[in-house]
């Protein structure tokens, strides 16, 4: 039977990896009080984390601004040079970091060493681009005369990060913020700072300066308001609810920032009566029940065709059923507990909603409080309509809900029936049918025949309210850069 570490020390095998402090001004610093950090598979309290105020994230943003005079005009080169350390003393730690990964969010093992190299993925793929931010030279109308286009480094950076990626998301902005030149302010989450402090001390040690990355913890709301207020943060670049996504667009607004927002989704995930079964069905697996349906880009709304929408259903209904749920720590388990209670009472709410309004529960639904942790059975509900919670909120949560269609053209409709866009997954087989439905599904990101569609070199991010910009890929640098025109006459 597998014995679950109550300690972060007994599981690590580098415990220089176990930071508890923020990180400002090149120093680990202490607060005057700490927050708890909770091992959701336990409730236990793994850590207590210095609960920093206002006047140390001035602090931060004002060490961030000395720092980006000089580190402005470092070479793309070096720059380089050091994410490809920083993103090898990842690798090397991947063990350890993966542990710490699940030990402070719940995902499986499995999952947690994914994300490490998911993580460090990026800032390789940061550090390759940082060599190629190519200007352009514009043929000038007029004689003697020629048009430059420089790229730039934005300036400080104000990065709020998400709890349910603790190591890719800090990665995916930290990469092409320094690969840019920029410096930056990063809040991490209060759930899930052990990352995040982790992998800060690793880019030290890599050789980026200290002071490039300021790390303040906080579980002071009123205080983050200056990341994204303050008149020397020139960029904010937040992944989490649109609902706080929307806040800090308008407050960044009032010094005119620009603003990365990846904010929440609806997912559909649409299954033809031409598509391989066998693929549809593994599609959820990785694209619903990753991280026990806790992604921005998991499928919220399964849609399945009348033809074959009973094989579908008994098919997936096996493999749900062989799903184990326990600490992300134990090898036999699949699936992790839920980062909160709160996720695990949404994710309950929304199957009681349903099963209220005439849905089925086919599998799963029990809230295990029979269990230390934050745990509720993956669940399966099909007989699901529009006029439901699930159709309309995303849950977060290890919950499929099924809905049957008829035509292309209804499903279409159904899917792009809310105000989010950020991904969409459909299945088929007919050619015509998926350029049809890839251009029509109104969201920024879309899978076809796969439920896998994040990577390093591929652009990630949403339409409609589900946010701004892009991360990742060769748009993804820009986001961290102005770009200057520059006119020489009288040549």
């Known amino acids: 039977m597998h014995k679950h570490p109550s300690t972060l020390a007994s599981a690590l095998k580098d415990n220089s990896l176990i930071h508890e402090q923020a990180f400002i001004g090149g120093k680990w610093v202490s607060g005057p009080s700490t927050f708890p950090v909770y091992d959701p598979a336990t409730n236990g309290i793994i850590a207590n984390i210095a609960n920093l105020g206002a006047s140390d ?12 005079k000089t580190f402005k005009n470092t070479s793309e080169t070096d720059r380089a040079k050091m994410l490809h350390a920083w993103a ?21 093992l499995a999952e ?17 681009e940082a060599i190629r931010s190519y200007g352009d030279v514009i043929p000038s109308q007029h004689k003697g005369s020629a048009n430059i286009v420089l790229k730039q480094p934005i300036g400080v950076c104000g990065i709020i990060a998400p709890w349910n990626f603790p190591i890719a998301m800090i990665t995916r902005k930290l ?19 052990l990352c995040t402090l982790a992998i800060t001390a690793l880019a030290v040690e890599a050789g980026i300066p200290p002071n490039v990355i300021q790390v303040v913890t906080t579980r002071d709301r009123k205080a983050v308001e200056i990341l994204y207020t303050h008149p020397l943060v020139k960029k904010v670049s937040f992944t989490g ?60 709304r399964l849609y399945v065709q009348k033809g074959i ?42 199957i009681d909603d349903a099963v209220s309004k005439g849905a089925k529960l086919l599998v799963g639904g029990k809230v295990r409080d029979d269990m230390d942790g934050y745990f509720i059975e993956p669940a399966l509900l099909t007989g699901v309509t529009q006029e439901m919670l699930v159709a309309k909120e995303e849950t977060f949560g290890p919950l499929a809900p099924i809905f049957k269609f008829d035509t292309e053209e209804v499903v279409v409709e159904m899917a792009n029936d809310t105000d989010f866009g950020l991904a969409g997954y459909f299945f088929s087989n007919d050619l015509r049918r998926v350029w049809r439905v890839a251009k029509a599904l109104e969201v920024g990101m879309v899978g076809v025949n796969t439920g896998k569609i994040s990577a390093a070199e591929s652009p990630f991010g949403g339409i409609k309210e589900s946010g701004l910009g892009k991360e ?20």
Not at 88 to 108: P, Y
Not at 311 to 340: A, C, M, R
């Open 57 to 68: 994230f001035t602090t931060a943003i004002e060490h961030a601004q000395n720092e980006f």
């Open 472 to 491: 990742g890929s060769k748009y993804g640098l820009a986001e961290f850069q102005v770009m200057k025109s520059v006119t020489l006459g009288n040549l």
């Open 241 to 300: 609810s649109t609902g706080v996504g929307k806040l800090i667009t308008e407050k960044a607004a009032g010094t005119m920032k620009k603003v990365s927002m990846e904010l929440g989704g609806n997912a559909p995930y649409i299954v033809f009566d031409d598509a391989d079964l066998d693929i549809a069905v593994d599609g959820v697996l990785a694209c619903k029940f990753r991280c026990s349906g806790q992604t921005c880009v998991c499928a919220n």
């Open 309 to 350: 929408h009973d094989k579908f259903v008994k098919k997936l209904v096996e493999k749900v059923k062989g799903f184990k749920i326990g600490s992300g720590l134990d090898p036999t388990v699949t699936h992790g507990p839920l980062v909160n209670r709160a996720g695990v009472a949404k994710t309950k709410q929304h």
């Open 175 to 193: 990469g092409p913020a320094i690969a840019a030149g920029c410096t930056a302010v990063v809040k991490p989450p209060s759930e899930t700072p």
């Open 112 to 128: 947690a060493e994914g994300e490490v190299e998911y993580g460090a993925s990026f800032i390789t793929w940061f550090a390759e």
């Open 88 to 108: 090898a003393l990842i690798r090397k730690h991947s063990k350890d970091l993966g542990v710490l990964l699940t030990m402070e969010n719940g995902k499986t």
